[in-house]
């Protein structure tokens, strides 16, 4: 069995300052863990994946997260915050081997202030 | 990066119709192809998953009778929403995955709304 936590449904915070959306897992299995945006409407990118290879792992538009098995945790940071960062973004979690669907944390909506 | 096109992006039908929305991946093989739905401000919730040549394995609560999948290829997998009603409104999305590979690339996405 497999689930993800998203901590926060909703941040909020002002251009140009730090993000963190966070994100806690369970996994059977030794884990792949992902971090999608979502923009209105639209279908899902890919921001970064984790795949059992280094535990900071760097993405797209200056994200970044970092794997902490010990804790659980994946969660998602960049340093400084873009207007165009306003998205919601779901972490994910899937097992490394095998066919299995992904399965959805509930999402974090990422509010971003000029 | 690998690009799945789903199609249509969105679509208006009457109450009582089917719809089919389809899901080609058009650069790779996808051994595995999911169909999702998210409701308004919700996460995306798994619907089925479908491998090439087999039938689809639908999760709990989800009528197969009532959303036909279909995965000929291994590049198209189609979903078809039968006899919609209004509840059956909402955004699908299907993501496809290559065998040895654990990312999953999604199709845009399918607005459909019933009238």
């Known amino acids: 069995a497999q689930s993800v936590t998203q901590l926060d449904s909703h941040v909020s915070v002002s251009e140009g300052t730090p993000v963190l959306l966070r994100c806690n897992y369970s996994?059977?299995?030794?884990?792949?863990l992902f971090w999608y945006v979502q923009h209105p409407n639209k279908g899902l990118q890919l921001l970064l994946k984790y795949t059992s290879a280094a535990t900071l792992v760097k993405g797209i538009n200056g994200f970044e997260a970092e794997f902490k098995k010990s804790e659980t945790s994946f969660h998602l940071t960049k340093p400084s915050a873009h207007m165009s960062d306003a998205a919601e973004y779901f972490c994910v979690v899937t097992p490394l081997m095998g066919r299995r669907a992904l399965t959805f944390g509930s999402g974090t909506r990422l509010q971003v202030q000029p | 990066g690998a690009v799945v096109s789903q199609h249509p992006s969105w679509v208006i039908c009457k109450s009582g119709t089917s719809v089919k929305i389809e899901c080609r991946s058009l650069d790779f093989q996808a051994t595995t192809m999911f169909w999702y739905r998210q409701f308004p401000k919700q996460s995306l919730m798994l619907m089925a998953t479908?491998?090439?040549?087999?039938?689809?394995?639908?999760e709990q609560g989800v009528e197969k009778d009532k959303f036909l999948i279909n995965h000929a290829s291994l590049t198209l997998s189609t979903l078809t929403v039968t006899s919609a009603h209004p509840e059956d409104s909402s955004f699908y999305i299907c993501?496809?995955?290559?065998?040895?590979?654990?990312?999953?690339?999604f199709g845009q996405g399918t607005r459909l709304t019933v009238v």
């Open positions: 479908s491998n090439e040549g087999s039938k689809a394995t639908y």
């Open positions: 996994s059977s299995y030794s884990p792949s």
């Open positions: 993501s496809a995955k290559v065998r040895g590979n654990t990312e999953a690339f």
